[in-house]
């Protein structure tokens, strides 16, 4: 490419320029420049001001012909062009536009307008399911974040400033916030969701939602559980994901429970449906089995661990023990 640019502005110097700005600009999105870095490029380029103002989004950039930011707004006469509805990039230039100018604005628009959805959505487009931005994630989660930063963050994420909102983490990693009216959708897999509140309390709903995530199961034979779990929903529960890990030795009745699980394929499926069902008969029928089939396995599950299941106390104990076993396998 710098080959044929140096050719073509020995033959054309007007072509050569317009040449020099694709690159530059292409370079600029392989980078994942951030908006400052696209206007600065537009003004550089061009040798004069460049700016980009965005109502809907209330923002304002501008960059002088040397690199330095300062502030501005557009004259009309200047020319524009749009980015998309309500924000417009302009050179601080009158007159005929030049080959290098028209290139530039189209560039530099089409580039801004990427940058604007990856890091600014609006209202609403940020909480639709897609993946959010990395570095607005951050900033929202980030108890050392100053508030406004915080703020602003959020609303690039589509959060209205006085509506609460909660953060939701999925297993993998990937961090979502949404509006605390918005429903989750788990897409087959585990999430914690941690509690609404307003955008300044994110951070903890960050940290609870992560504890949540340890509680939750793959809903299988060798992981029997909810796939997703409310931080609200299981506040003293939380209190033990933040002391136990896969590192802490596990109490006897987790060894037993391992035990018992390692005796039958159907062990840990019934005892979750003993522990989550209002009554017995309804366990059997969700587990698609005849009562008298569950009490033959609740009396060899019993033999196995070493206590009463017709017990409260019992059915709380074992429980808490599946709790724990989840606790150890799921990562802190």
């Known amino acids: 490419m710098r080959e044929l640019t140096v050719r073509l502005a020995a033959l054309d110097p007007e072509a050569g320029a317009a040449l020099r700005v694709v690159s530059y600009f292409d370079e600029l999105?392989?980078?994942?420049?951030?908006?400052?870095?696209?206007?600065?490029?537009?003004?550089?380029?061009?040798?004069?001001?460049a700016g980009l103002t965005d109502d809907r989004r209330h923002l304002s950039v501008r960059v002088a012909a040397d690199g330095a930011?300062?502030?501005?707004?557009?004259?009309?006469?200047?020319?524009?062009?749009?980015?998309?509805?309500g924000a417009v990039l302009w050179l601080e230039r009158t007159g005929p536009a030049r080959m290098v100018d028209a290139v530039v604005l189209e560039r530099a628009a089409?580039?801004?307008?990427?940058?604007?959805?990856?890091?600014?959505?609006?209202?609403?487009?940020?909480?639709?399911?897609?993946?959010?931005?990395?570095?607005?994630?951050?900033?929202?989660?980030?108890?050392?974040?100053?508030?406004?930063?915080?703020?602003?963050?959020a609303h690039a994420l589509g959060l209205a400033p006085t509506a609460p909102a909660r953060a939701v983490v999925f297993a993998g990693g990937e961090l979502r916030v949404l509006p605390a009216h918005e429903a989750v959708d788990p897409g087959g897999r585990r999430v914690g969701v941690g509690p609404a509140g307003p955008v300044e309390d994110l951070p903890a709903s960050l940290a609870a939602a992560r504890r949540a995530l340890r509680l939750t199961a793959e809903?299988?034979?060798?992981?029997?559980g909810p796939r997703v779990v409310h931080a609200e929903q299981a506040q003293a529960l939380l209190l033990l994901a933040g002391t136990?890990?896969?590192?802490?030795?596990?109490?006897?009745?987790?060894?037993?429970?391992?035990?018992?699980?390692a005796a039958a394929p159907w062990m840990l499926g019934t005892l979750h449906a003993v522990v989550s069902a209002p009554t017995r008969r309804s366990a059997a029928t969700d587990l698609a089995v005849h009562h008298s089939t569950l009490a033959?396995?609740?009396?060899?599950?019993?033999r196995l661990l070493g206590w009463d299941l017709h017990e409260p106390s019992g059915q709380q104990r074992l429980h808490l023990a599946l709790v724990l076993r989840r606790l150890h396998r799921n990562p802190a």
């Open 296 to 302: 033959e396995r609740l009396a060899t599950a019993q």
């Open 69 to 85: 930011s300062s502030p501005g707004a557009p004259d009309p006469g200047w020319l524009s062009t749009p980015v998309d509805e």
């Open 244 to 261: 136990v890990t896969p590192a802490s030795p596990p109490v006897a009745d987790v060894v037993a429970l391992e035990r018992a699980a």
């Open 110 to 153: 089409a580039l801004a307008r990427t940058v604007l959805e990856r890091t600014r959505p609006l209202p609403g487009a940020g909480a639709a399911g897609g993946r959010q931005d990395d570095a607005l994630l951050e900033v929202v989660g980030d108890p050392a974040a100053d508030v406004v930063a915080r703020r602003a963050a």
């Open 29 to 49: 999105a392989a980078g994942h420049a951030g908006l400052q870095a696209v206007v600065r490029g537009a003004a550089v380029l061009t040798g004069g001001a």
């Open 219 to 224: 809903d299988t034979p060798g992981d029997p």
